[in-house]
């Protein structure tokens, strides 16, 4: 499966975001979905993840209440709204997707697939 996000851009602080995620090619298999984060100098971080169905999603807690991840079944799209964003929150965002259509978590490991990335900037 081919994963492309989009959606990144600078924004001030305290703005919003919307990020997409569009699968491609075995989308017939159901996966869960994540969305991580790698700022410069820093490891890859887990963001937020959703099961294959949308009933179950997972966030870190420096996102949570903040962020919120969905999915539109129909069109193989993973969103990742983001609000009331802060300086921190600037990294590239990239997607991923795991054949245990079930998880949520937060173990890179778990996706068996990531897309490129995109650069979310937040000013201050």
């Known amino acids: 499966v081919q994963l492309q996000a989009s959606g990144g851009g600078l924004v001030q602080a305290g703005g919003s975001l919307r990020l997409s995620c569009a699968a491609s090619g075995r989308t017939r298999i159901t996966y869960g979905m994540g969305w991580f984060r790698q700022a410069p100098d820093n490891e890859r971080e887990f963001v937020a993840a959703i099961n294959w169905n949308g009933r179950a999603t997972g966030y870190s807690d420096s996102v949570k209440g903040r962020f919120t991840i969905s999915r539109d079944y129909g069109k193989n799209t993973v969103y990742l709204q983001m609000n009331d964003l802060k300086p921190e929150d600037t990294a590239v965002y990239y997607c991923?997707?795991?054949?245990?259509?079930?998880?949520?978590?937060?173990?890179?490991?778990?996706?068996?697939?990531w897309g490129q990335g995109t650069l979310v900037t937040v000013s201050s």
């Open positions: 991923a997707a795991g054949t245990d259509s079930y998880y949520t978590g937060s173990v890179a490991s778990k996706y068996d697939y």
